[in-house]
């Protein structure tokens, strides 16, 4: 079974970067399409960013286009989101997930639905505070 382990977070000024990890085992990451969602105190769990399985499609919640940008490696079993020009509203505890497994034809990336992915990680905590 697919399972995640998350990393990266920590406390960042305004502005500032870091890259987000997620460390898959269990499975052959290939099958799956990854998402990256927040999760804030008060608010519903929101998709951030998608990739899909081959890396091909990506997709971005409007906030976040243009400042992050998501990858995967098969071969490591990883799947990172850089995040670039961070700002007290990119604040939240992420975490990455997966649905699959998919053979055949991939799809484009869309707004993710997170009653549909599994494999929760842990996550990992990201604080932009000056």
């Known amino acids: 079974q697919l399972q995640f382990v998350e990393s990266g977070g920590g406390l960042f000024q305004p502005g500032g970067s870091t890259r987000l990890s997620c460390l898959g085992s269990?499975?052959?990451?290939?099958?799956?399409?990854v998402c990256w969602f927040r999760q804030t105190p008060g608010k519903a769990r929101e998709g951030v960013s998608c990739?899909?399985?081959?890396?091909?499609?990506?997709w971005y919640t409007g906030s976040t286009r243009g400042r992050f940008a998501i990858s995967r490696d098969n071969f490591k079993s990883t799947v990172f989101l850089q995040m670039n020009s961070l700002n007290p509203e990119d604040t939240g505890l992420y975490y990455c997930?997966?649905?699959?497994?998919?053979?055949?034809?991939?799809?484009?990336?869309?707004?993710?639905?997170?009653?549909?992915?599994?494999?929760w990680g842990q996550g990992t905590q990201v604080t932009v505070s000056s």
């Open positions: 269990g499975s052959d990451l290939e099958y799956y399409d």
């Open positions: 990739i899909s399985r081959s890396g091909k499609s990506t």
């Open positions: 997930a997966a649905d699959g497994p998919f053979s055949g034809a991939e799809y484009p990336m869309s707004p993710p639905d997170p009653y549909k992915y599994a494999s």
